[in-house]
């Protein structure tokens, strides 16, 4: 009888490169999940650089600037001191115990330490606006899209954000679950 050394099982060459594949609801699940994850980082990051940068979102709820931004475009607007204004931006200027009044400017002249005056006028206007608005800030757009705003408008209806609560936390609950696993 010889002593020899135990050799642990070798796995058959077939079937070692060969790795199992999940099923194709768990490849979906995790194909969503991989897109709301990234979905997320995306709110994050634009939270932070809202902040950071005063960055904010305003719907158009009439036709005053189109064509070139439409009724019911979501702009991105930055506040910005009405000294960087410049004839041709569209801003949107806050009036006090108005709407705020966004149209692109005809005109900035320096007024008291620190203030400016500004005319502006809509793209779809055939006149300036009737008075001349005196501000020591603006919020200029940087982008807009189109239709957006209707969504965003729907999204606020507290019925549509109920819901959307409560199936994000029935997927963070689906997601962190425990799962048996399968031990070969």
Avoid at 21 to 35: E, K, P
Wanted: proline fraction near 7%; charge should be positive; aromatic fraction near 6%.
């Amino acid at each position: 009888m010889t002593l020899g050394t135990t050799h642990p099982q070798q796995p058959d060459q077939a079937t070692h490169h060969m790795r199992p594949r999940g099923s194709a609801v768990s490849r979906l699940s995790d194909a969503l999940l991989s897109v709301l994850s990234f979905a997320g980082i995306l709110c994050i990051i634009a939270v932070i650089c809202a902040f950071a940068f005063n960055i904010s979102l305003i719907m158009f709820k009439t036709g005053s600037m189109s064509p070139t931004i439409p009724t019911g475009s979501l702009a991105v607007v930055q506040e910005k001191p009405a000294a960087d204004v410049r004839v041709g931006d569209v801003t949107t200027i806050d009036r006090p115990g108005q709407l705020p009044v966004t149209h692109r400017v005809t005109a900035v002249e320096p007024a008291a330490t620190g203030m400016y005056v500004i005319r502006m006028k809509g793209d779809a206007n055939d006149t300036e606006d009737p008075q001349a608005y005196e501000v020591s800030s603006v919020r200029k757009v940087l982008w807009s899209t189109p239709g957006l705003g209707y969504f965003v408008a729907k999204a606020q209806n507290p019925t549509v954000m109920a819901g959307t609560t409560l199936a994000m936390a029935l997927l963070v609950t689906w997601a962190f679950w425990p799962r048996k696993r399968n031990v070969s």
